[in-house]
């Protein structure tokens, strides 16, 4: 089992940047592939990145957010980093990290969750 706690959100200006964290217990941490989603007002929740348990620094990105951001993870450490730059008005969201054994870009893959961390990003 695994619980996750995300950090990093805010208030940035558009054109900024932030850093998500998103910390994991356990010691098969190694094991997951770890993703972040976001929900953004009135839509539903969407993927934004993902990376398969083999990798630190490779990963697989939204259209949306390709070239912008970056998902990276260091194990010892037990933690997945999210590197938000450029950031736009409409990046603005609750942001989830998950993990699953297996990497995907569904939500309904992912059986570990954690609260969501609040992204506001001001015009």
């Known amino acids: 089992q695994v619980q996750l706690a995300e950090s990093g959100g805010g208030l940035v200006q558009a054109g900024g940047s932030l850093r998500l964290s998103c910390a994991a217990s356990?010691?098969?941490?190694?094991?997951?592939?770890i993703a972040w989603f976001r929900q953004c007002p009135g839509k539903e929740r969407e993927f934004v990145a993902a990376m398969n348990r083999w990798s630190t620094s490779n990963g697989d990105y939204a259209n949306s957010v390709k070239g912008r951001f970056t998902i990276s993870r260091d194990n010892a450490k037990n933690t997945v980093y999210l590197q938000m730059n450029s950031l736009k008005p409409e990046d603005t969201g609750v942001y989830y990290c998950?993990?699953?054994?297996?990497?995907?870009?569904?939500?309904?893959?992912?059986?570990?969750w954690g609260q969501g961390t609040q992204v506001t990003v001001s015009s």
């Open positions: 356990g010691r098969t941490f190694s094991s997951y592939a």
């Open positions: 998950a993990a699953d054994p297996r990497a995907s870009d569904r939500d309904l893959e992912y059986k570990y």
